[in-house]
């Protein structure tokens, strides 16, 4: 029999390529690198093109160089400060530009941390709510077992926010989107706080739609609560998408720290921070909102550093390539990025709507998605499941999904548009789009046409 450790050999000559890659043990004997990474390689191929994924916020490109200064720095600990001091300055640089950038009062106040993508820093900023409102209400000789703490949040959360609210006990009330803006509805906000909520999030970016709450509103209800309850009514901000998407090309809009009852910001560096995933920046705007119980010293290798994140050891490199990118693009350089990507947004959904037969929910105004529904007196047999369908054939991966049930369960569509999506692309996209239309009216079999709402593709 042939060696399988033979040079010569031919990839495909080799014992391991006889076999299933997909192992349910390990196997017994070594294989070859340049074997086990083209087989796996191959494995992979049956998988979507990411660059096409337009369900997804995530980023899918990234420069060749920091694609490579991130593979030389991927052992790094990025816990480990005392042993990569440069790698724990590059660390501060970006969450001091972050703080910068949305509009923090005093740079000496700050706290901030990388996380391992917005689902992390939402637990952080969500923990420092609670833990701060204890020690209020300790102070103020509320009785903690009466019921339990809530958190405040638009029915649009992201599922991330379900997940702190069992893990921590937290009551999750949901205020209902408002059907006209597709948001939190801020005239109900003030039925679901008593003495018992830790806090309200607003979301700039809704995953379900793109769309904004009204950030600002929220805060004027929260300084008019302030005024008149002992207990403090305070924000917290999921920008997991807008909050370095809207500094660049909506920097009036007042959102941010610029609003006094704003105590924390989590962001998403993987999306339109420009980074591979996953990574995650939050700040808190002064010490005072991040409880001293939830910073620990640690010693660790020899040296002391302070740390607040939940997770521990993990590779530096996505910082990294977070600092390259605030060095590489600079201010303009973003602002460039965020309005092409936002432009390409807005052409797509000109598009769509040309086309008569769908209700626009957001043209890429805001954050630079396109949300879309069939008209009720649209004259097609097919759905917008068929439509995905259709796409995918394509390669297009368009997720199909409905909104929360307080929105009658509505069906949508949505296209992400991210850095990437250049305006080549984008003539592509809707070149197929049109095409994948005309063929499904001509088409005599449809798949969905029976089935209930459910979400068809990924949501994230």
Not at 20 to 28: A, G, I, N, P, Y
Not at 298 to 304: A, D, K, M, R, T
Not at 333 to 348: D, L, N, S
Request: overall charge negative; charged content about 25%; some cysteine.
């Amino acid at each position: 029999m042939t060696n399988q450790t033979d040079f010569t050999t031919p990839i495909f000559g080799t014992e391991a390529s006889s076999e299933d890659v997909v192992m349910s043990r390990l196997r017994k004997e070594s294989v070859e690198p340049e074997v086990a990474y083209r087989l796996i390689k191959d494995q992979l191929i049956d998988e979507g093109n990411a660059r096409q994924n337009l369900a997804t916020f995530c980023q899918t490109y990234m420069d060749p160089e920091v694609t490579q200064l991130m593979s030389e720095t991927m052992e790094k600990n990025a816990i480990d400060k005392s042993e990569y001091p440069q790698t724990a300055e590059l660390e501060t640089g970006c969450v001091n530009i972050l703080a910068d950038l949305w509009n923090a009062p005093n740079s000496e106040r700050i706290m901030g941390t990388s996380t391992v993508g917005s689902s992390e820093a939402c637990m952080l900023g969500g923990m420092a709510m609670k833990f701060r409102w204890r020690n209020q209400a300790i102070k103020r000789g509320l009785d903690l077992n009466a019921q339990k703490p809530n958190l405040i949040i638009s029915s649009g959360y992201q599922v991330c926010w379900e997940k702190f609210c069992v893990y921590w006990d937290i009551e999750m009330r949901e205020v209902p989107m408002d059907n006209g803006k597709l948001s939190m509805n801020i005239d109900k906000v003030m039925d679901y706080v008593d003495d018992y909520t830790i806090g309200v999030v607003g979301i700039l970016g809704i995953t379900y739609t793109g769309k904004f709450d009204d950030i600002k509103a929220l805060d004027e209800l929260a300084e008019a609560y302030n005024q008149t309850h002992e207990h403090e009514l305070v924000i917290h901000i999921d920008g997991a998408s807008g909050a370095m998407f809207v500094p660049f090309v909506d920097p009036e809009l007042a959102w941010d720290f610029r609003l006094k009852n704003v105590v924390s910001i989590n962001t998403s560096g993987h999306k339109y921070g420009l980074v591979y995933p996953g990574v995650g920046w939050i700040i808190w705007r002064d010490k005072e909102y991040l409880p001293e119980e939830l910073v620990f010293d640690v010693s660790y290798l020899g040296g002391h550093m302070p740390t607040m994140a939940i997770n521990f050891s993990r590779s530096a490199s996505q910082i990294i390539g977070q600092y390259y990118n605030f060095y590489r693009y600079g201010f303009d350089g973003y602002k460039e990025i965020q309005e092409r990507t936002k432009a390409g947004a807005v052409c797509i959904a000109k598009a769509v709507e040309e086309t008569g037969l769908f209700d626009i929910y957001n043209d890429g105004a805001n954050l630079p998605i396109v949300c879309y529904a069939l008209k009720e007196d649209a004259d097609v047999e097919w759905t917008l499941y068929d439509l995905a369908d259709r796409l995918l054939m394509r390669g297009w991966q368009v997720p199909a999904y409905p909104l929360p049930d307080d929105l009658d369960n509505q069906v949508i569509q949505r296209f992400v548009c991210r850095a990437d999506l250049g305006q080549n692309m984008a003539t592509a996209l809707i070149r197929d789009f049109q095409q994948c239309i005309e063929e499904l009216n001509n088409a005599r079999i449809l798949c969905h046409e029976k089935q209930e709402a459910h979400v068809h593709g990924f949501t994230h």
